[in-house]
């Protein structure tokens, strides 16, 4: 598609052979529906310096748009004048084109004014400017988003980690969103005079800050609006308000490690089943051991002592950070060396390991898991003869489910047939499925499998 300027002012598009049947439809509605459906288009790969110098116009007013205040209600919206000097820069800078030398700053400004009108009724019948801009280009829907970026700061021992907060000022050509440190938008915004502009930007930091005091201090000492060199405690303060932003609408780019902090946490690892003991069936005995561990690797003792005798918070272990809380983990160890104590000269039965593996909670149990508050500090893992014997379970079917699937199957040991089959005429109420191999096999009363 060619795209040229009339004497009046109008910006037209003569289809070619491969022209797409949205831009001959919008630029047959007018100039400002044309470039609507040029900034639908993103694939810029065989697109002129004409087509681009267009398309970015188009840019330019929806990112306005996405900047203004109230812009959840477009008719609300005050309308977006655009600069004045911006204006004139870009008429100077157009590159050749048919018509091009009715080009101005006040023909640029017409077409600003046609296409964020169009632009305000369109997002009106769609109900909100943001979801209107989705449909436009998903990306547009990031513009004004106020982004918190935390990285580590390999480069100083005494603040390890770097903080800053930016905001998406504009999407560049290749669609990425272009991002600028949030002291920018007080001289984007308020020293262009748009107040309500940079109230709107800075709205979910004031959400935040209503249940956040680390959002609340930082938006009153007005730190937030420069980098920051942080200490481990001042990083792990802010990474436990995290789901606070992200709830007030703010974008969080924290390191991954962090995402996945299950794994990045020292843990009590309760391990039953490593070997058979003593007993048949679900009353057979199993050991039961209780190892301090970082990802399934066991610490060394002068590790464990160093992470129970530290503050706390994030602490590096292993060439890694990892986030300790010494009350929580001495709890939890404490609590499976008591249970492991009680249990130490008979172990712990098949059924019991099975439940204590699959993490359900019964009352009156001496082996009962902790309080759901420390629950994240300790796992329970099978052992290499549970785990093989868990397998054959799951190939017979016998996966018990739920508390009350464990609690008939402890009932109902003492209550088997008389004849000790376990087919299914007679079989465990509390087991589903198949009988695995270790049990009776079926009685002459019962159909074959």
Same mark, same amino acid.
């Given at each position: 598609m060619q795209l040229a300027l009339t004497p009046e002012g109008r910006l037209i598009g003569t289809a070619g052979a491969a022209a797409e049947q949205?831009?001959?439809t919008g630029f047959s509605r007018g100039s400002a529906h044309g470039l609507l459906a040029m900034a639908s288009l993103r694939d810029t790969s065989s697109r002129d310096a004409v087509w681009?110098? *267009?398309r970015n116009f188009a840019d330019a007013c929806l990112t306005s748009l996405a900047h203004s205040p109230d812009g959840s209600d477009p008719g609300m919206m005050p309308p977006v004048e655009a600069n004045a000097s911006w204006l004139t820069e870009q008429a100077l800078r157009a590159p050749a084109m048919a018509g091009g030398e009715y080009l101005s700053a006040d023909l640029l400004s017409t077409l600003w004014r046609e296409l964020e009108t169009l632009a305000r009724s369109e997002a009106a019948s769609a109900g909100g400017l943001r979801q209107w801009l989705r449909t436009i280009?998903?990306?547009l829907q990031l513009l004004g988003r106020v982004t918190f970026h935390l990285a580590e700061n390999k480069r100083s021992e005494s603040t390890p980690f770097a903080f800053m907060a930016t905001f998406t000022h504009r999407i560049s050509s290749s669609d990425r969103?272009?991002?600028?440190?949030?002291?920018?938008?007080l001289q984007e915004f308020a020293g262009a005079g748009s107040v309500g502009a940079l109230q709107s930007l800075l709205e979910p930091v004031r959400k935040a800050s209503e249940s956040s005091d680390w959002a609340r201090q930082q938006l009153e000492s007005r730190a937030l609006f420069q980098p920051q060199a942080w200490t481990a405690v001042q990083a792990h303060c802010f990474l436990r308000e995290v789901p606070v932003f992200e709830q007030a609408g703010i974008v969080v780019r924290i390191p991954?490690? *962090?995402k996945h902090r299950n794994g990045a946490r020292p843990r009590v690892t309760v391990q039953v089943g490593n070997s058979h003991g003593p007993g048949l069936g679900l009353d057979a005995l199993l050991d039961f051991s209780v190892t301090p561990t970082l990802d399934g690797e066991p610490l060394s003792p002068g590790e464990w002592e160093a992470l129970l005798r530290g503050s706390g918070g994030l602490i590096p272990l292993r060439g890694r950070w990892v986030e300790v809380d010494p009350e929580k983990l001495q709890r939890v160890l404490d609590h499976w060396k008591d249970a492991q104590q009680q249990v130490r000269d008979g172990g712990v039965s098949f059924l019991e390991a099975m439940r204590l593996v699959s993490g359900v909670r019964m009352s009156g149990d001496d082996t009962s898991l902790p309080s759901a508050e420390d629950a994240d500090w300790g796992e329970v893992v099978a052992g290499d003869w549970l785990a093989a014997g868990c397998g054959c379970c799951k190939a017979w079917g016998w996966v018990p489910a739920s508390p009350t699937t464990w609690d008939s199957?402890? !009932?109902? !040991?003492?209550s088997r047939s008389s004849c000790g089959c376990s087919g299914p005429r007679h079989r465990n109420p509390g087991i589903r499925g198949a009988a695995p191999r270790w049990m009776p096999r079926r009685c002459s009363s019962c159909p074959p499998p």
């Open positions: 949205d831009l001959v681009m110098y *267009w280009n998903p990306t969103p272009v991002h600028l440190p949030l002291g920018r938008a991954d490690w *962090w199957a402890r !009932r109902s !040991r003492s």
